[in-house]
């Protein structure tokens, strides 16, 4: 059809002649048109079906933002996790590198290197600790009596990266127990304790001297968002507040939803895991070698000498809550089967 110059003179004034109205309805009708245009292709496009049961968090939600992961319900929820032990190796195993076959192992519950070491909001100016590197040599540092005169400090300061647990001082036993911290984690009852100390004059200067070291350092807070119980959450939050207000600020990082639930599987244990558990895991999923010291849960020394609960002070731990015993066998098995080094004995003979 030819159209001439009346005809579209004839069509302009026409238009001209419209309402709001009648432009308003044409619009529409052309919008309905594209969109009906556009999805009547997207869904002609080969469309593979996307399962939405529940299973364990895996490796590819890692790569996740952070918020995204602490709100991952569907990932955690209590009645998907496996409960199966990390320690049984199948014979297909032998062919992989121990550390590999833990780190896939550890994955299936939701671990990796970054989902276990979530950066917090707050971040200290200037400090970005690598946590996405493998480390050749790790030493997790228990806080045992057994570490008393074990003068293993000069051994462990020569690991790469040092985690240690709950705020254990170095202080006055370098000799014993290294000169440097990469790694601390702290639980509720410590974190509450040395905010109360922060707040208050008459031991802030106590509590002062006992953060600075770690400034430098990454700071991991367990059961950050394990769902009960919520005062727990807040405490730690007015902690790291405090850390903030008087400079002391370090690498914040915080545990993954349900983490306490999900070690319990993974370990199957049946209490909940101490820091020694936890810093093991940590260990297994960044480093290629480990050697654990100072994780002895007995009042006698393996010459029959009597320890002190900590080799700092001579405390306790809570029964009812963790199963000391239980994972100190965890600790020997692996120490059997060669995944690491578990240190019991003096690292230097006493000059006689």
């Known amino acids: 059809m030819t159209v001439t110059n009346g005809s579209m003179k004839e069509v302009w004034f026409s238009f001209q002649n419209w309402s709001c109205k009648d432009i308003v309805f044409v619009i529409l009708c052309i919008s309905t048109c594209v969109a009906n245009y556009v999805f009547g292709v997207a869904y002609s496009l ?21 918020a995204e992961i602490l709100n991952n319900k ?5 009645e998907t996790v496996v409960t199966r032990d990390i320690l049984i190796q199948k014979e297909g195993a032998v062919n992989e590198t121990l550390i590999e076959y833990y780190r896939k192992k550890l994955q299936t519950f939701g671990f990796t290197m970054k989902s276990f070491l979530l950066p917090y909001k707050i971040k200290a100016p200037g400090l970005h600790r690598r946590v996405d590197k493998f480390y050749n040599t ?25 985690i240690r647990l709950n705020m254990a001082t170095i202080d006055g036993f370098q000799k014993d127990v290294g000169n440097r911290t990469d790694l601390m984690s702290i639980n509720y009852p410590i974190s509450h304790a040395l905010d109360k100390c922060l707040r208050n004059t008459k031991c802030r200067d106590s509590a002062y001297r006992r953060l600075k070291p770690i400034k430098n350092s990454i700071l991991l807070f367990h059961e950050f968002h394990d769902p009960n119980p919520n005062w727990k959450l807040q405490g730690h939050k007015q902690f790291i507040q405090s850390l903030k207000r008087y400079n002391l600020l370090p690498d914040i990082r915080v545990s993954a939803k349900n983490a ?4 319990k599987s993974a370990w199957n244990i049946t209490k909940q895991p101490s820091g020694g558990l936890r810093g ?21 020394g393996t010459n029959g000498e009597p320890l002190q609960y900590h080799y700092f002070d001579n405390g306790f731990w809570n029964k009812k809550i963790h199963n000391m015993s239980e994972e100190y066998s965890i ?17 230097k003979k006493d000059l006689i």
């Open 46 to 66: 080969p469309n593979k079906k996307r399962s939405i049961t529940n299973k364990p968090f895996t490796y590819a939600a890692s790569h996740m933002h952070t």
């Open 74 to 78: 569907t990932a955690f929820k209590e």
């Open 280 to 300: 093991i895991t940590a260990a297994l999923l960044m480093c290629r070698s480990i050697s654990m010291y100072g994780y002895y849960p007995f009042s006698e």
């Open 138 to 162: 790790c030493a997790v540092v228990g806080s045992s009596g057994i570490l008393n005169g074990s003068q293993c400090g000069e051994e462990i300061s020569s690991h790469e990266f040092i």
């Open 260 to 263: 306490t639930l999900r070690l």
């Open 331 to 347: 600790f020997k098995k692996l120490d059997k089967i060669g995944r690491i080094r578990l240190v019991t004995n003096k690292c």
